[in-house]
């Protein structure tokens, strides 16, 4: 008996010493049907596929989901009560901690935009895809990097001092993919930042395709990578070029097949096709995903409703039909639903609750909004998410009215007061606002706030709106610029930076960012 024990003690330590000889060899182990670099691009077909796959990675929860909570923190939306939004009176507070999984995702999600861009570039410029044309291939490379200019800008709004040119307290800048061991890398300045991002757009106005077919504005143009560069501009405060080339973005918006929507509804209806979209993603079906969190968490903020009220309407203005507010707002929360044929107006035939193309549009509180009361639909997310065969709710990046704020904005700090009234006339028409704007009538010293505000109307709901109201005498630097980041959320973005000694690496970057699929 006692033999026998000694030969098994002896089979196991050999059974676990082989283990061991296995251990020291795991490195060296190769996963199974896995795509490698030297494989995942090989003709033009698997590169148009890795390129639709950085398009896709816009759709992703942390980037779509915190336009939500940009719109809390501002005071546009506040929070529906009796809804799962749990940290969601955080944002409206402005206590966001640091540890929050919001802006964790928000962050991971614009370097993967970031990292699988870099991928697609490097693979091209090694002409992995030799049946590509040259054309073709300056394209693609063209729109790799709109996008990483994009996401770059994103996160240096989000978790660097935008604002200040001569800060250090930029973003990591990422010009080529991660390694397979990553190593720390520590933030640009904001200067290096901008010039990342202003040399990206460069190429992209030059190479990026001149023209998308009109159902298909989830993809982008020369004409889009203007005009981010006009956004980027006002962010830097370059006033002079901001005006100048938001103002070429306008003028040659037609001739690639842009143009403002008459009716404001339409914008939302048509959603990702809407001819007024620079840049939205595109969400169809069961696999695609949009946002329509706005509608099941938020209602809009006592401010926001405030700025939207006619002041010529006499009696007491109703969101049963939108009467008594600039249409903008009265479109967002009215009773009623938009006329999902994309005809212009909204209500029709179709009301909320009823069936609309085969599923049910749900209606979530019907109590007049405010502060503190439940959640109410928001018409700018009309369609239900997730639906087989039907069209979702797409998350807008950029659309040709905001390039008519920009402009207006910059024009008026450059002291250009009447190409500024112009750009507002032709944004503010009836069939957008509802409301008779004079803008002739705004003296020089109030157009400034006027466009503020209509700016707040146009776009809250939208784009990570983030604004600082001049009446809390406050300083405002490009308040026009959607996600503008006040001094407490600075702050805890960049204690959170410091906490990771500058080295904004590792598990929070890296190892989420080198997925190709």
Not at 450 to 459: G, M
Request: net charge negative; charged share 25%; glycine share 8%.
């Amino acid at each position: 008996m006692k033999k026998r024990y000694s030969v098994i003690i002896i089979l196991m330590l050999l059974v676990g010493l082989g283990s061991c000889d296995l251990m020291n060899r795991i490195d060296e182990i190769e996963p199974k049907h896995q795509q490698e670099l030297g494989n995942v691009m090989t003709d033009s077909a698997s590169a148009e596929s890795l390129l639709r796959n950085v398009y896709q990675q816009w759709r992703g929860g942390g980037i779509a989901r915190s336009q939500m909570y940009m719109s809390l923190m501002s005071g546009a939306l506040v929070k529906g009560q009796g809804n799962v939004l749990v940290n969601g009176v955080d944002y409206q507070e402005n206590k966001v901690k640091a540890e929050d999984l919001t802006v964790g995702e928000m962050y991971k999600d614009y370097y993967k935009v970031i990292n699988i861009a870099n991928v697609v570039i490097e693979l091209l410029e090694q002409n992995m895809a030799p049946d590509l044309s040259v054309k073709r291939k300056e394209e693609m490379i063209a729109e790799c990097k709109f996008h990483r200019a994009m996401a770059h800008f994103g996160l240096l709004r989000s978790f660097g001092q935008f604002y200040d040119m001569n800060s250090r307290f930029g973003i990591v800048v990422r010009e080529t993919s991660y390694p397979s061991r990553p190593v720390a890398q520590a933030r640009a300045s904001v200067k290096d930042v901008y010039t990342s991002v202003l040399n990206d757009l460069k190429y992209a106005v030059e190479k990026a395709p001149k023209n998308i077919a009109p159902d298909k504005h989830y993809y982008i143009s020369r004409l889009t990578a203007k005009a981010l560069k006009a956004k980027v501009l006002l962010c830097m405060g370059n006033y002079p070029e901001a005006e100048s080339v938001a103002g070429e973005v306008i003028r040659e918006a037609s001739g690639y097949g842009y143009e403002l929507e008459e009716v404001y509804d339409n914008v939302f209806v048509n959603s990702f096709n809407s001819k007024e979209v620079l840049f939205a993603t595109y969400c169809f079906g069961m696999t695609e995903l949009g946002s329509n969190e706005f509608s099941y968490n938020t209602t809009y903020g006592s401010y926001t409703e405030q700025i939207s009220l006619d002041p010529d309407f006499e009696g007491e203005p109703s969101l049963d039909f939108g009467e008594g507010y600039d249409w903008r707002f009265g479109y967002a929360y009215n009773m009623f639903g938009p006329d999902l044929g994309g005809n212009g107006g909204s209500g029709g035939d179709v009301e909320w609750g009823g069936d609309v193309e085969g599923y049910t549009l749900a209606r979530y509180g019907v109590s007049r909004g405010g502060d503190n009361v439940q959640a109410r639909t928001n018409n700018k997310y009309p369609y239900p998410d997730m639906v087989a065969g039907s069209k979702g709710n797409t998350v807008f990046f950029l659309r040709l009215a905001e390039m008519y704020y920009i402009n207006a904005e910059a024009a008026i700090r450059n002291g250009n007061y009447d190409p500024a009234r112009s750009s507002l006339k032709s944004v503010l028409t009836n069939g957008r606002t509802s409301l008779d704007k004079d803008v002739d009538a705004v003296p020089d010293n109030a157009l400034l706030e006027f466009t503020r505000k209509n700016k707040w109307i146009e776009l809250f709901a939208e784009n990570k709106i983030k604004l600082i109201d001049t009446a809390e005498n406050k300083e405002v630097k490009v308040f026009c610029d959607a996600h503008y980041m006040d001094e407490v959320f600075q702050n805890l973005i960049l204690n959170a930076v410091d906490a990771m000694k500058d080295q904004l690496v590792g598990e929070r970057t890296i190892t989420v960012t080198t997925t190709l699929y």
